[in-house]
T-cell receptor
Framework: GAVVSQHPSRVICKSGTSVKIECRSL??????MFWYRQFPKQSLMLMAT?????????EQGVEKDKFLINHASLTLSTLTVTSAHPEDSSFYIC????????????FGPGTRLTVL | QKEVEQDPGPLSVPEGAIVSLNCTYS??????FMWYRQYSRKGPELLMY????GNKEDGRFTAQVDKSSKYISLFIRDSQPSDSATYLC????????????FGKGTLLTVNP
């Protein structure tokens, strides 16, 4: 149980284009999903928290207009990197939880974004 | 001082060794403690989940939490080459604050 998928696993795009990454909870309903980015040999940095049906809460320093998050259902959240630039190249990982205080997070396999 | 400190290693051990991984933290509000294993270019996989102080054992893995010292450990017995990965500690305050705070991760290599 507790399987989270991400699609695509890898994407290469040109500077200025937008990229959408999907995160799905396959065998449970996720009231809360989290989006992280991870640079090489670094830990995970939380970008935003999204609850189904409401606006995402962004961490300090994360541009909400650049990283658009939609959590339209209990099993799907999307992250759209708008007008991507080379500095946005990173490993993006989502996680999902049911949002209770005793819950933990189950992570997707990650999406490697390379912006040329 | 960072909220969670973890020695990044790298740590290299022979197969069969007992591995000890540790994290210290400064926020006394943390109540939930987790260890994740992350293989290269993959998402983290939950290994152990502990609430408050105490020990928890699962197969070859034992997690220890000492809240009085703000110190958590993960022990791996009879380590295997397949245990080679980055191990991340994570913790949260629970309640409405279930965001995880991660350590930097320790890179472990188990040599056959």
């Amino acid at each position: 149980g507790a399987v989270v998928s991400q699609h695509p696993s890898r994407v290469i795009c040109k500077s200025g284009t937008s990229v959408k990454i999907e995160c799905r909870s396959l065998d449970f309903q996720a009231t809360t999903m989290f989006w992280y980015r991870q640079f090489p040999k670094q830990s995970l940095m939380l970008m935003a928290t999204s609850n189904e049906g409401s606006k995402a809460t962004y961490e300090q320093g994360v541009e909400k207009d650049k990283f658009l998050i939609n959590h339209a259902s209990l099993t799907l959240s999307t992250l759209t990197v708008t007008s991507a630039h080379p500095e946005d190249s990173s490993f993006y990982i989502c996680s999902a939880g049911t949002g209770t205080s005793t819950d933990t997070q189950y992570f997707g396999p990650g999406t490697r974004l390379t912006v040329l | 001082q960072k909220e969670v400190e973890q020695d990044p290693g790298p740590l290299s051990v022979p197969e069969g060794a007992i591995v000890s991984l540790n994290c210290t933290y400064s926020n006394s509000a943390f109540q939930y403690f987790m260890w994740y294993r992350q293989y290269s270019r993959k998402g983290p996989e939950l290994l152990m989940y502990t609430y408050s102080s105490g020990n928890k054992e699962d197969g070859r893995f034992t997690a220890q939490v000492d809240k009085s010292s703000k110190y958590i450990s993960l022990f791996i017995r009879d380590s295997q080459p397949s245990d080679s990965a980055t191990y991340l500690c994570a913790m949260s305050g629970g309640g409405s604050n279930y965001k995880l705070t991660f350590g930097k991760g320790t890179l472990l290599t188990v040599n056959p």
